[in-house]
């Protein structure tokens, strides 16, 4: 059974850092991309991160591209969010998705794997707010 706990969130003021993680078990981690994606009350699902099997690919949302970066430790089953120069349009609900495949190649192929197969952790609360 595939489960995925996510980490991490805060309460932080704008400008501000954290970083999330994703303990991975019960599939072979090292041979599918992860992807964090985030919720805000009220919004639509939104696509934030990628990162393929070996770690070496990575695909951002332009909203966060240069803010925050996607990571992977194989070894530990891990993958891991590091947000800087946080905006309140950050604030939302980050959730640790398990793709289908080695790798997604672009945002909507990444996104729409791991909506369909529906494998996300319960999530991790990140508030950005003065």
């Known amino acids: 059974e595939v489960q995925l706990v996510e980490s991490g969130g805060g309460l932080v003021e704008p400008g501000g850092s954290l970083e999330l993680s994703c303990a991975a078990s019960?599939?072979?981690?090292?041979?599918?991309?992860m992807t964090w994606v985030r919720q805000d009350s009220g919004k639509e699902l939104e696509w934030v991160a990628s990162?393929?099997?070996?770690?070496?690919?990575?695909y951002y949302a332009d909203s966060v591209q240069g803010r925050f970066t996607i990571s992977r430790d194989n070894a530990k089953n891990t993958v891991t969010l590091h947000l800087s120069d946080l905006k309140t349009e950050d604030t939302g609900l980050y959730y640790c998705?398990?793709?289908?495949?080695?790798?997604?190649?672009?945002?909507?192929?990444?996104?729409?794997?791991?909506?369909?197969?529906?494998?996300r952790g319960q999530g991790t609360q990140v508030t950005v707010s003065s």
């Open positions: 998705a398990k793709g289908d495949s080695p790798d997604c190649y672009s945002d909507s192929w990444c996104f729409d794997e791991v909506k369909e197969n529906g494998h």
């Open positions: 019960g599939f072979g981690f090292k041979n599918y991309h």
């Open positions: 990162i393929n099997s070996g770690g070496f690919n990575t």
